[in-house]
């Protein structure tokens, strides 16, 4: 008899533990669901005084640029990564101007948060048709782009001598990213993440 009880007191005490674990976990995502949530300390938005935003500095920096007058630009300075060469200037904890050495010249790739830019006129079921007209010849300007992709204009997310990288995002934070050669305004690459 006491061997019985000893047994039912430890199914009684299994299923209260996993009904307390229940209660915390629907408790957590309830919090998360609905934005009340304590954020870690490592995810709150760290507030940086920049001369500009992300997308608009991008658009006001070149290449040619020194690394002096980037950082006059944008208004941060900028970290540097001796291995690779690399200036990054960070604008916030997820948006940064990047400037690398590729060859005789340099690149520079603009991280932006995709939430800022989302856009839910931005149709992307036309991609697998960009891409089958771009394989097969066909020429797409940036124009072209913008009436294909539903008016939306794109935003400058790099930048090399040759051309500039456009990102569009759609209102699922799916990006459709088209390199335009500058010296004919054509598309050359594209690509759907």
Same mark, same amino acid.
């Given at each position: 008899m006491e061997q #019985? @009880?000893?047994k039912i007191a430890l199914v009684v005490a299994i299923i209260a533990g996993i009904f307390l674990v229940a209660v915390v976990a629907i408790g957590i995502i309830d919090g998360i669901q609905s934005g009340t949530a304590e954020k870690p300390e490592d995810e709150t938005e760290e507030v940086i005084s920049a001369n500009c935003s992300t997308i608009e500095c991008i658009k006001k920096i070149d290449v040619t640029d020194s690394v002096e007058k980037i950082t006059e630009t944008i208004g941060v300075e900028p970290e540097y990564d001796e291995f690779s060469e690399r200036y990054k200037w960070k604008l916030s904890n997820n948006e940064s101007i990047a400037r690398e050495k590729s060859g005789d010249s340099y690149i520079?790739? !603009?991280?932006i948060n995709k939430e800022n830019v989302a856009n839910a006129d931005v149709d992307? @079921?036309?991609y697998n048709e960009i #891409? !089958? +007209?771009i394989q097969n010849g066909k020429a797409y300007t940036y124009e072209d782009l913008v009436k294909k992709l539903g008016g939306v204009e794109g935003v400058v997310a790099g930048k090399t001598k040759n051309s500039k990288r456009y990102i569009w995002v759609d209102k699922h934070n799916q990006t459709f990213s088209a390199t335009i =050669? =500058? +010296?004919d305004g054509k598309c050359s690459i594209i690509s759907l993440r």
């Amino acid at each position: 008899m006491e061997q #019985k @009880s000893r047994k039912i007191a430890l199914v009684v005490a299994i299923i209260a533990g996993i009904f307390l674990v229940a209660v915390v976990a629907i408790g957590i995502i309830d919090g998360i669901q609905s934005g009340t949530a304590e954020k870690p300390e490592d995810e709150t938005e760290e507030v940086i005084s920049a001369n500009c935003s992300t997308i608009e500095c991008i658009k006001k920096i070149d290449v040619t640029d020194s690394v002096e007058k980037i950082t006059e630009t944008i208004g941060v300075e900028p970290e540097y990564d001796e291995f690779s060469e690399r200036y990054k200037w960070k604008l916030s904890n997820n948006e940064s101007i990047a400037r690398e050495k590729s060859g005789d010249s340099y690149i520079l790739q !603009a991280t932006i948060n995709k939430e800022n830019v989302a856009n839910a006129d931005v149709d992307l @079921s036309v991609y697998n048709e960009i #891409k !089958a +007209d771009i394989q097969n010849g066909k020429a797409y300007t940036y124009e072209d782009l913008v009436k294909k992709l539903g008016g939306v204009e794109g935003v400058v997310a790099g930048k090399t001598k040759n051309s500039k990288r456009y990102i569009w995002v759609d209102k699922h934070n799916q990006t459709f990213s088209a390199t335009i =050669n =500058n +010296d004919d305004g054509k598309c050359s690459i594209i690509s759907l993440r």
